[in-house]
T-cell receptor
């Protein structure tokens, strides 16, 4: 069984400020971890993913996340927020299901960027 | 990049009717497709896993006779909401896993907004 907890359903930052979105996971096996972004009335776009190897993962649009096994965390950060970063962000953990991996999503964090 | 389309993007129907939603992988073959449901301001909940040529696997609590899934080809999966009721109103999203893309790759469709009157 696996689960994802995203702390803070809403996060507001000023433009240019640091973005930190928190994600903790629970998994009985070594996890594969993902961050997705969703804009209103759209599907999900992959920001970054951790499978194996380097624990600091860089993604698109300047985002990065660090896998910390001891803390069971995979927090998403961006040094400087941009207005276009305003969206819903989902952390997910995966398990194998047949020929592909099945995703379990967190509850999401709505990021607001203030001018 | 890989593209997944959904049709229709938005549908409004009367209670009691059936609605079919299509999920297509446009430039790759997908052995496995996933169907999710998302309520307003909430996360995605996996409904079922669809494998080409075999029966779909439904998550606990999802009625397979209510939500019919057909994955007849490597590029198309359909979700039919039968005898829809207002409580079925939701945002339905599919994702497709490329047959040759490795286990960790999924591409999401843009979603279908279903409103049942």
């Amino acid at each position: 069984a696996q689960s994802v907890t995203q702390l803070g359903s809403h996060v507001s930052v000023s433009e240019g400020a640091l973005v930190l979105l928190r994600c903790n996971y629970s998994s009985s096996v070594p996890p594969y971890l993902f961050w997705y972004v969703q804009y209103p009335n759209q599907g999900l776009q992959l920001l970054l993913k951790y499978t194996t190897g380097a624990t600091l993962v860089k993604g698109i649009n300047g985002f990065e996340a660090e896998f910390k096994k001891s803390e069971t965390s995979f927090h998403l950060t961006k040094p400087s927020a941009h207005m276009s970063d305003a969206a819903e962000y989902f952390c997910a953990v995966s398990s194998l299901s047949g020929s592909a991996r099945q995703l379990t999503f967190g509850s999401g964090t709505q990021l607001t960027v203030l001018p | 990049g890989a593209v997944v389309s959904q049709h229709p993007s938005r549908v409004i129907c009367k209670s009691g009717t059936s609605v079919k939603i299509e999920c297509r992988s446009l430039d790759f073959q997908a052995t496995t497709m996933f169907w999710y449901r998302q309520f307003p301001k909430q996360s995605l909940m996996l409904m079922a896993t669809s494998n080409e040529g075999s029966k779909a696997t439904y998550e606990q609590g999802v009625e397979k006779d209510k939500f019919l899934i057909n994955h007849a080809s490597l590029t198309l999966s359909t979700l039919t909401v039968t005898s829809a009721h207002p409580e079925d109103s939701s945002f339905y999203i599919c994702s497709a896993a490329p047959s040759r893309g490795g286990l960790n790759t999924q591409y999401f469709g843009p979603g279908t907004r279903l409103t049942v009157l």
